[in-house]
């Protein structure tokens, strides 16, 4: 059944697996308590769990689409890992659903994956572990189209650690109940620590009832599926492909919209700039279009300009 599968659906399987797995490393690194914090510029550390998450992450999906083309935060990674990071079983349960028309006869060719092993790295050294998620993207030439959030750090009802939600534009999503917002209010999850005073014109653009300042862009697409927020606003170019890929298609593949701060989506083919230089704006259950209209004129054409 696996091997008879479309790509798109072995790649999804891989990945929910390959998440799970790295989401054991970053736990395993804290626990161990040495953190191993390089500071890659202001506000972006890199620890040792994002270095090994990615290892695994990328040596893992290598080895079984090694026509696929990876991109992940940490840059170029050492493939040779040890047998207990090296993930090779597919989902089986995700491979028992038909896969959508439009991705049937999809390539390794034309496919991109863009990996942020470890999204919230800060929250991560400051102890905010909740807000961290590993991301899984895939790309379908332009589009993004399938993604993997995972928590390493949820606690399940029985205890367990570590919750795998994922989706797929076409076919829905899984690992979570998605419920809606509460109606008469508006509430805008955003940024910990990027703002600036534009950043702050577009939120203050908004009548909203409550702002929540959220780690990761995984956890705030989070609220938006979890019905805790309305919308996800960040007008600045602050974050990256990787931070965006997988966020973007679990929500629309729950009838949400991700875009940039005018309404256009992110193309995610391997020549893209890294760097989202118009910001982001997602919402589910709204009027996309309308919301970007509120942000002023200005401050769209101001976010972003070289």
Request: hydrophobic share 40%; aromatic share 6%; proline share 4%.
């Amino acid at each position: 059944m696996a091997t008879t599968a479309p790509v798109i659906m072995r790649l999804m399987a891989s990945s929910i697996n390959t998440a799970k797995r790295a989401g054991g490393i970053i736990r395993d690194v804290l626990k161990k308590g040495d953190l191993g914090i390089v500071d890659k510029g202001k506000n972006d550390p890199q620890t040792e769990a994002d270095r090994s998450a990615q290892r695994c992450i990328i040596a893992s999906l290598t080895n079984k689409f090694p026509k696929v083309k990876i991109i992940g935060e940490e840059g170029g990674s050492d493939l040779n890992v040890c047998d207990d990071w090296l993930v090779t079983e597919l989902d089986e349960s995700f491979l028992q659903q038909s896969c959508p028309a439009e991705w049937q006869d999809a390539r390794p060719e034309d496919f991109v994956v863009w990996v942020d092993p470890l999204d919230g790295t800060a929250e991560y050294t400051q102890g905010f572990v909740e807000h961290v998620t590993v991301l899984i993207g895939i790309a379908v030439k332009d589009a993004a189209v399938g993604g993997i959030i995972h928590q390493p750090f949820y606690q399940q009802p029985d205890g367990e650690l570590g919750r795998t939600i994922w989706g797929l534009k076409g076919l829905g999503t899984g690992g979570f109940t998605a419920v809606p917002a509460p109606a008469g209010q508006f509430i805008i999850t955003t940024t910990r620590s990027h703002s600036n005073a534009l950043h702050q014109q577009a939120l203050n653009a908004y009548a909203s009832t409550e702002v929540l300042k959220v780690g990761g862009a995984g956890f705030k697409v989070l609220q938006l599926l979890e019905g805790k927020a309305h919308a996800y606003v960040f007008a600045t170019p602050g974050c990256k492909k990787w931070d965006t890929c997988a966020p973007e298609a679990v929500l629309e593949a729950q009838g949400g919209c991700l875009t940039n701060i005018n309404g256009e989506h992110y193309a995610y083919n391997a020549d893209v700039e890294h760097v989202n230089r118009k910001g982001v704006l997602a919402s589910l259950g709204q009027n996309h279009s309308d919301l970007v209209e509120k942000i002023p004129a200005e401050v769209r054409a101001a976010v972003g300009a070289k």
